[in-house]
């Protein structure tokens, strides 16, 4: 490692002073959570300063790119589009994640599509692709509405139906639980219970994983008796229990139901996986630890990357009430009676812009991490020996007043009028799903949602801000609000 830091320091790349065995992670920490514990002043969305301090400063002070070295891996931060896409796309063969990336994403869900590398990935991403595909995904529309159909509910006994009536709710926390439902009804069908039970599992894993992550320079903390680890070993056998007893009893079912059905498996995700897994036509089987890993992927990607969206969504339209009614009229011009037609969803072109825009100013990844597999040349020059580790900060890169403009921290949804290769300087700098073979896989479903969510809270209600918002974006899995965010909801 000092070898290759010692190659890339040659190249003129500057960096923060390392210390032993952290590298500069404990700096990133201290610095975000310091900027957490301030707050901003009032609403601004120019918030990079504020949510990854250690990027701002030290673009500032040590160029683009720049080095910094997290645990023992020298990572360099890459800022300029046109080598982001030679390392998402054009030489994608040449990067992957590091061990040291994937440490915590396999103890967390295992070895799923996101923590996967090489072949193994690439044959797990051809057996799930055809389950996101558009046409299945409309079969989840029911599962959606019914899961929002709840909370509208549910607000609405809080705010009473009264005009004029008007209630502050914290709609944040509300939002993650409806992700969390539609992630267990579209994953888990009528047996999202069991779901359920998988995914309150994993938020406390991953709560006890963190814990275990401060003390992840310790070399071996994670394989010591201690009493934290033996909490996580015993969690994750049981949660990996309950999967697979869901897959067995969903054979069964398979077994007996036969060719009487076109999806015997059942149409939700992991009906439509095991049908491709065992039926799709491919030469290599998938083994059921791996359905099981893939079950918990969709949760950790699915769960607090959508709600993440749903709330800042909500926060901008409160706080641009001229989109909130254009939104509110074409959902009314195009659904006057619920929301009821998965085709009409890809006619609500405002309510699409609003998402992009929502992305783009609060990215629920801040920030993607890869590394070389081999030794590679950037076509800007920059020589990355094999095993560098790289930092591609979406966050910083949407926010970039040459890239997008003056109004770079404006909400103006009408840039995306045109898609999203349109909306910038350069086709590559929105990256709020990412580009390239490793794209998102659940964007069309997520997508799918945040309509049907958005079309049928504005159905119901009006959003303002209420005076006892703080604006404090934070990183906490995803970047969210770190008090929640409050808003005065209004039955229509
Ligand atoms: C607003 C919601 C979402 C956002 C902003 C989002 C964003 C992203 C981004 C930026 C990546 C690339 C990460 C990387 O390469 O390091 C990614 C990958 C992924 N996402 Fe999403 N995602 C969302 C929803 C979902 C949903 C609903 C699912 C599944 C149910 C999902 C499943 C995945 C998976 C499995 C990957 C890994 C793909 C691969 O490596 O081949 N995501 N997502």
Redesign the pocket.
Known sequence: MRKLEAALRGQGLKGPPPIFLAGNVVEILFRREAARNKGMDGISHDIVAHVSPDVAAWSKLYGKPYLIRWLSEPRVVVFDPDSIREILSKQFDKFE?SEQQLEFVLDFIGA???G?NGNK?SHH?SV?SPA?HTQRLKAMLSSMTNCTEKLVEKWSRRVGHAKGLETEVEVQQDLKRLAADV?SH??FGSNYEKGERVFQGLTLLGVLLVRCFHNSWLPFFRYLPTKLNFQIWKLRREIDGTLLSLIRERRIAAAKLGERSSHPYGSD?LGLILEEGETGGKSVKFPEQAIVDECK??YL??HE??S??LAWALLLLATHPDWQEKARAEVQQHFPNGVDDGETLSKLKVVGMIILET?RLY???GE???ASSHDTVLSNGIKLPRGTGITIP?LSLQHDPELWGPDANEFRPERFANGTTKACKHPNAF????FG???????G??VM??KVVLAMLLQNFSFRLSPNYRHNPTVQIVIQSFTGIQLLVQKI
Do not use: D
């Open positions: 994640k799923g599509l996101v996967l990935w991403r799930l996101f992630i579209t994953s995700l992927t969709f990607a699915g990357t959508s993440s969206l992305l990215p629920a990844a993607m991490n890869r979406i990256l709020g799903f990412s073979p490793r794209v998102c896989i659940g964007q479903l997520a949602e945040a």
